[in-house]
Nanobody, 113 residues
Framework: QVQLVESGGGLVQAGESLRLSCVAS????????MNWYRQAPGKQHEWVAR???????NYAASVKGRFTISRDNAKNTVYLQMNSLKPEDTAVYYC???????WGQGTQVTVSS
């Protein structure tokens, strides 16, 4: 059974940092490209970042230079380091495989101004 469990969200002030984690199970994690997405209230899921099995990364323009995606294959975990957070980063953050599976519960990030 495929499962995604996100954690690490919280309430922070603008300019602060958070590190999100996502533990994935049910597929061979190490060979899968992983993505982070976010969903703000009333909006659709927005792609944030991607990391390939070989460690190559891509970012949405809105987060490039502030967010860093990484992975630990031994722990089946993908991370999202978020620095210089802005109020517009407020959303529920989700991870998923490149070939998506049902969403996990996500983790709420709230950035106050």
């Amino acid at each position: 059974q495929v499962q995604l469990v996100e954690s690490g969200g919280g309430l922070v002030q603008a300019g602060e940092s958070l590190r999100l984690s996502c533990v994935a199970s049910g597929r061979i994690f190490s060979i899968n490209t992983m993505n982070w997405y976010r969903q703000a209230p009333g909006k659709q899921h927005e792609w944030v970042a991607r990391i390939s099995s070989g460690g190559y990364t891509n970012y949405a323009a809105s987060v490039k230079g502030r967010f860093t995606i990484s992975r630990d294959n031994a722990k089946n975990t993908v991370y999202l380091q978020m620095n210089s957070l802005k109020p517009e980063d407020t959303a529920v953050y989700y991870c998923n495989f490149e070939a998506p599976v049902p969403w996990g519960q996500g983790t709420q990030v709230t950035v106050s101004s």
